[in-house]
């Protein structure tokens, strides 16, 4: 694995580390609630569903971290196309700039990668 590949696969992991906190710990929280343009009633209607999200977010990041631990490129594979279907339908079902915070990086880990 390049160095180039293992920095943008470690940094895919750590926006979902990074999303994880924002939607276990903060959604309630002022920048949880402007993260995700909530109302506070609405956040706090929604918060297990978000801690749940949260969780899987932790999942991507593990598995991304697992990868470059190991430098298994089939494991990287793998959990770099997670997130970009996860982008992708995030960008598709919410907002778009979802596309560009997480689809993006992890097609760009996968050029690295493949590169």
């Known amino acids: ?18 999303f994880l906190v924002l939607e ?14 909530n109302s506070a009633e609405k ?9 749940n999200q949260g969780l ?4 991507l990041a593990a ?3 697992w990868a470059a631990a190991t430098s298994r490129l089939d494991v990287a594979l793998f959990f770099l196309g ?3 279907v996860a982008g992708i339908y995030g960008a598709m079902t919410f907002s778009r700039r979802i ?7 992890a097609l760009a880990a996968i050029a690295a990668l493949l590169a």
């Open 82 to 84: 997670c997130v970009v």
């Open 43 to 51: 956040a706090e209607m929604t918060r297990v569903l978000a801690a």
């Open 1 to 18: 694995m390049s160095t180039i590949a293992m920095v943008l696969i470690v940094l895919v992991a750590l926006l979902h580390v990074y």
């Open 56 to 59: 899987y977010n932790g999942f």
């Open 99 to 105: 596309f560009f915070v997480q689809a993006l990086p």
């Open 24 to 37: 276990m710990f903060l959604w309630t929280r002022p920048l949880g609630l402007k993260t995700f343009r």
């Open 63 to 65: 598995g991304l971290l």
